[in-house]
C-alpha cells in the first residue's frame, strides 16, 4: 500500500528511490484539530506522519491504528475506556504501507466514544505510542462552554493586584466571545504587560511577549460608537490589519482618536486604582524595536471568567 500527502501530484512518482525503514526517521505529530472544546463536543485528534528522507519509508499499518491513542486525566491517570477501539476494517495480514519521500499523511481520530471523561471540563493529555517510534502528547481543553445569551465579568489577579472587568457583548459579540474563550482556556495565564504607555495605556495578551504575538487565528474587527474613555477595554490590532487575536488594552484617560478604529469589548468595573499602579511602573520609553517595554515584569497570574 502506498499512502500519498494531500497534493502529492504524479511528479512524486518519478524516478524510485531507495526504501528505508522508519526506526529512528519517521516524525509523528499530535494535536487536537479545534483549539478547545465545549463540554460534550466529540473529540478529535489529528495525527501527522512525516517521512522526512529522500527515499521511500515502509512503516507497519499498525502505525495507524485508533488504539495507539490513549487519554490521561487530569491528575495524569490513564483514562478509563468506555468503548472499544473502533476497526478501520484492514485485514490483520494487511501489508507494509510507505511513505513518500518528505510526504506526510494525516489521520483524524475521533476519542470521545473510547474516553467519555475525555468531554469533561478540564485540561487532558492524549498520548500517541508505539514501541519502536518515541511517543508523543497534546493537551486537549474542554472549557466552559459560552452562552451569549448571559452577562460576564473577567476578574484579573496580577503581581500587582486585582482588577475586573464587564463587557459589552452588543457592541463585539465576536470579539466578547473570544477574549472568555481565551480567558477560560487559561491562556493569558503566564502573560506579561508587555506594553505601558505613561497616560495612555498598558497592554497585554501577547504569547511571544515583543508586541506581534497572537493566537494563531484573527477575528474581524467589531468597531462601534463606543468611546476609548478611562478603563475601557479595546482589542489590539496591528497596523498592518484591522483584525484582532488575544492582545488588549486598557484606557489609561480618554483617548478620542482610537474610537472606532479599535473593537470595545468591555470596561473596567473595579480595581482601576491597580490598573493605574501598573502604569506607573518605569518602562525603556520610545527607544528600540520594543518601545514602552516594562523594566519590571507584571505578571497575569489568573483571569477567572463568572457570571454577571
Known amino acids: 500500500m502506498l499512502l500519498l500527502a494531500a497534493g502529492a501530484g504524479?511528479?512524486?512518482?518519478?524516478?524510485?528511490?531507495?526504501?528505508?525503514g522508519f526506526e529512528g526517521k519517521l516524525e509523528i505529530g499530535l494535536e487536537p484539530l479545534e483549539r478547545y472544546y465545549y463540554p460534550g463536543q466529540p473529540i478529535e485528534i489529528k495525527v501527522t506522519y512525516r517521512n522526512p528522507t529522500g527515499d521511500f519509508m515502509t512503516v507497519p499499518p499498525d502505525l495507524?491504528?485508533?488504539?495507539?491513542?490513549?487519554?490521561?486525566?487530569?491528575?495524569?491517570?490513564?483514562m478509563k475506556e468506555t468503548a472499544a477501539p473502533v476497526s478501520d476494517g484492514r485485514p490483520?495480514?494487511?501489508?507494509?504501507?510507505?511513505?513518500?519521500?518528505?510526504?506526510?499523511?494525516?489521520?483524524v481520530f475521533r476519542l470521545s466514544e473510547r474516553f467519555a471523561p475525555l468531554s469533561k471540563l478540564g485540561r487532558h493529555t492524549v498520548v500517541w505510542e508505539h514501541p519502536q517510534v518515541a511517543s508523543r502528547t497534546t493537551l486537549v481543553k474542554v472549557i466552559?462552554?459560552?452562552?451569549?445569551?448571559?452577562?460576564?465579568l473577567a476578574d484579573f489577579r496580577t503581581s500587582m493586584g486585582n482588577f475586573s472587568i464587564e463587557f459589552f457583548p452588543s457592541a463585539a459579540p465576536n470579539n466578547v466571545k473570544n477574549f472568555i474563550d481565551l480567558a477560560n482556556s487559561g491562556f493569558y495565564e503566564g502573560m506579561q504587560f508587555h506594553m505601558i504607555i505613561p497616560g495612555i495605556l498598558i497592554q497585554a495578551g501577547d504569547p511571544k511577549g515583543d508586541g506581534n504575538g497572537y493566537p494563531g487565528y484573527r477575528?474581524?474587527?467589531?468597531?462601534?460608537?463606543?468611546?476609548?474613555l478611562k478603563g475601557t477595554v479595546s482589542m489590539w490590532?496591528?497596523?498592518?490589519?484591522?483584525?484582532?487575536?488575544?492582545?488588549?488594552?486598557?484606557?489609561?484617560?480618554?483617548?478620542?482618536?482610537?474610537?472606532?478604529?479599535?473593537?470595545?469589548?468591555?470596561?473596567?468595573?473595579?480595581?482601576?486604582?491597580?490598573?493605574?499602579?501598573?502604569?506607573?511602573?518605569?518602562t525603556n520609553e520610545d527607544r528600540g524595536r520594543r518601545p514602552f517595554m516594562?523594566?519590571?515584569?507584571?505578571?497575569?497570574?489568573?483571569?477567572?471568567?463568572?457570571?454577571?
Open 219 to 228: 477575528v474581524p474587527p467589531e468597531f462601534s460608537r463606543v468611546r476609548h
Open 294 to 308: 516594562p523594566l519590571k515584569a507584571v505578571i497575569i497570574e489568573q483571569v477567572r471568567i463568572r457570571r454577571r
Open 10 to 20: 504524479t511528479a512524486a512518482l518519478g524516478a524510485p528511490g531507495g526504501r528505508v
Open 144 to 152: 466552559r462552554a459560552y452562552d451569549p445569551n448571559r452577562e460576564y
Open 92 to 107: 490483520s495480514d494487511e501489508a507494509p504501507a510507505e511513505l513518500l519521500p518528505r510526504r506526510s499523511v494525516e489521520r
Open 237 to 282: 490590532h496591528h497596523e498592518s490589519t484591522v483584525d484582532s487575536g488575544s492582545q488588549f488594552f486598557v484606557c489609561l484617560s480618554a483617548q478620542p482618536q482610537l474610537d472606532g478604529n479599535y473593537t470595545v469589548i468591555g470596561q473596567v468595573r473595579d480595581g482601576m486604582e491597580v490598573v493605574e499602579q501598573i502604569s506607573l511602573v518605569p
Open 64 to 78: 495507524f491504528d485508533t488504539a495507539r491513542l490513549k487519554a490521561l486525566d487530569p491528575q495524569g491517570l490513564p
